[in-house]
């Protein structure tokens, strides 16, 4: 069974996280009113740390000179996320709400507009459409909301047997419940671009049966390719020829 990140596996959503994590700053703090239309190259370059959407309206502070600096950021991610909700004096679930409402709003009022900010990779579009030629389930497991994950999926005519959203809890705790819904011989393949993530997945003694592959087309660091430990396959865009079956 096929298990896939969402966010830089299937969709390249750069132009979207931007464009809402904006938005979602701007509404919080008028003072980052002036904040650039296009995704600044540092916005760019912080995105492989991001595990959860909220995440990137503090990036947006940040870069509109509120909170940290994008240095510190780089530095030291997740001490300058705390760091950050206390100087900006932003929670976690008001981000989380203030982003799902702009693209709640977005759906609503600029729907291809919004759709048109995400680019699903071509090479993932046409596996996934073979998988569902030949009746092959797979599913979605991802840290964005699953409707909106589920409406850009419909949108490209890719219908999984499940999506994972956020509200489903962390990926390790899904992929658990998961197995204990598989045949005891089912082999999940776990496809991600965040290292940490497929790491943190091989620290789990129940999580065993889950193999990890690094999507290296996704929002990587530089050297993750090379980081990567051999137990997790690090796949590149013309392994996806190779049928799902013999990964
Ligand atoms: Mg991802």
Same mark, same amino acid.
């Given at each position: 069974?096929?298990?896939?990140?969402?966010?830089?596996?299937?969709?390249?959503?750069?132009?979207?996280?931007?464009?809402?994590?904006?938005?979602?700053?701007?509404?919080?703090?008028?003072?980052?009113?002036?904040?650039?239309?296009?995704?600044?190259?540092?916005?760019?370059? /912080? $995105? &492989?740390?991001?595990?959860? =959407?909220? %995440?990137?309206?503090?990036?947006?502070?940040?870069?509109?000179?509120?909170?940290? #600096?994008?240095?510190?950021?780089?530095?030291?991610?997740?001490?300058?996320?705390?760091?950050?909700?206390?100087?900006?004096?932003?929670?976690?679930?008001?981000?989380?709400?203030?982003?799902?409402?702009?693209?709640?709003?977005?759906?609503?009022?600029?729907?291809?507009?919004?759709?048109?900010?995400?680019?699903?990779?071509?090479?993932?579009?046409?596996?996934?459409?073979?998988?569902?030629?030949?009746?092959?389930?797979?599913?979605?497991?991802?840290?964005?909301?699953?409707?909106?994950?589920?409406?850009?999926?419909?949108?490209?005519? /890719? $219908? &999984?047997?499940?999506?994972? =959203?956020? %509200?489903?809890?962390?990926?390790?705790?899904?992929?658990?419940?998961?197995?204990? #819904?598989?045949?005891?011989?089912?082999?999940?393949?776990?496809?991600?671009?965040?290292?940490?993530?497929?790491?943190?997945?091989?620290?789990?003694?129940?999580?065993?049966?889950?193999?990890?592959?690094?999507?290296?087309?996704?929002?990587?660091?530089?050297?993750?390719?090379?980081?990567?430990?051999?137990?997790?396959?690090?796949?590149?865009?013309?392994?996806?020829?190779?049928?799902?079956?013999?990964?």
């Amino acid at each position: 069974m096929l298990v896939s990140d969402f966010d830089g596996v299937i969709i390249d959503g750069m132009e979207e996280y931007w464009w809402s994590a904006r938005r979602c700053a701007m509404r919080l703090d008028p003072r980052l009113a002036d904040l650039p239309g296009t995704v600044p190259q540092s916005f760019r370059t /912080l $995105r &492989p740390h991001v595990l959860g =959407g909220w %995440e990137m309206p503090i990036l947006a502070a940040s870069i509109g000179g509120f909170g940290p #600096t994008p240095q510190a950021f780089a530095a030291a991610y997740g001490s300058s996320l705390q760091l950050a909700l206390l100087q900006l004096g932003w929670e976690r679930s008001r981000l989380e709400t203030g982003l799902d409402e702009v693209r709640e709003e977005a759906v609503r009022q600029e729907r291809q507009t919004w759709l048109a900010l995400h680019r699903p990779y071509p090479w993932m579009l046409s596996f996934l459409q073979r998988l569902q030629e030949e009746g092959t389930p797979w599913r979605v497991l991802t840290t964005k909301s699953a409707s909106f994950t589920a409406e850009l999926l419909a949108s490209h005519g /890719l $219908r &999984p047997e499940e999506v994972h =959203g956020r %509200e489903d809890g962390p990926k390790p705790t899904v992929l658990a419940r998961m197995l204990s #819904t598989l045949s005891p011989r089912a082999s999940v393949a776990f496809l991600e671009d965040r290292l940490a993530s497929l790491l943190e997945v091989q620290q789990h003694q129940d999580l065993a049966p889950v193999r990890g592959f690094l999507a290296s087309w996704g929002y990587l660091f530089p050297d993750d390719t090379e980081r990567a430990p051999a137990s997790i396959t690090v796949l590149r865009p013309e392994d996806l020829q190779t049928p799902l079956a013999n990964w």
